[in-house]
């Protein structure tokens, strides 16, 4: 099934994050590692999150609807070089307390290119994750850059991390599709729990 996406709000604190009842969907990762082009091969749509080509909203948590009951977030990109200590350090606070107290987050996609070992960042991503027992997807991206045998080595390297590992190029479009349905489907137990669960004030 297709999905409505559409840009809804940049939050640069937590005070500014959406009230709302849809359950969310982080997507992380070290800048230029694929995200805003993730979003976009996702939606369908080339110009709903900017890459890296066009820089603009890179320093907020970016919110997209999907649909009636979900949200992507992007988040901004770690590891960036340029960018300054002090602003780095804001940053990287505002994604901890996002990922650590943002209540209608229910899963994290964590984006790690396919040629790199996953770092420190990368495995506190993933523990973070499971601490707060968000459904995690890992997904390497630029799959369409390596052959064969990398990916069977990649495969070792990210098993670390978690165990649904997504091979994603938005080259060739491999792994998109699988991807949309999962993500769909965080949205859709979001559905039924609402019909079926208590309701909070
Ligand atoms: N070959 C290839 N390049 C990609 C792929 N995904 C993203 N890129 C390129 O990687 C760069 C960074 O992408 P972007 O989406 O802006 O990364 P972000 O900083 O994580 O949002 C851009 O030049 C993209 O065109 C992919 O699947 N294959
Ligand atoms: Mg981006």
Not at 89 to 112: H, I, P, W
Not at 184 to 191: E, H, I, M, N, W
């Amino acid at each position: 099934m297709k999905l409505l996406w559409s840009f809804a709000t940049a939050a640069h604190s937590l005070a500014q994050c959406p009230r709302w009842e849809r359950r969310e969907i982080a997507i992380v990762g070290r800048s230029n590692v694929g995200k805003s082009s993730l979003i976009n091969a996702l939606a369908g749509s080339k110009g709903l999150a900017r890459t890296s080509s066009t820089p603009g909203r890179t320093q907020a948590l970016n919110f997209f609807t999907v649909g009636e009951d979900l949200a992507v977030v992007d988040l901004p990109g770690f590891g960036y070089a340029r960018m300054p200590a002090e602003q780095a350090t804001k940053l990287g606070a505002l994604m901890e307390e996002f990922l650590t107290r943002r209540a209608t987050l229910a899963a994290m996609v964590l984006l790690v290119d396919i040629r790199r070992e996953p770092g420190e960042v990368e495995r506190n991503l993933a523990i973070a994750a499971a601490r707060r027992r968000l459904e995690l997807l890992v997904v390497a991206t630029k799959c369409d850059k390596v052959g064969r045998a990398e990916r069977v080595a990649a495969r070792a390297r990210l098993g670390a991390l978690g165990s649904s590992i997504n091979f994603c190029s938005v080259v060739n479009n491999e792994g998109i599709e699988p991807l949309r349905r999962a993500l769909l489907a965080v949205g859709r137990s979001a559905a039924s729990s609402r019909r079926g669960g208590p309701v909070e004030a």
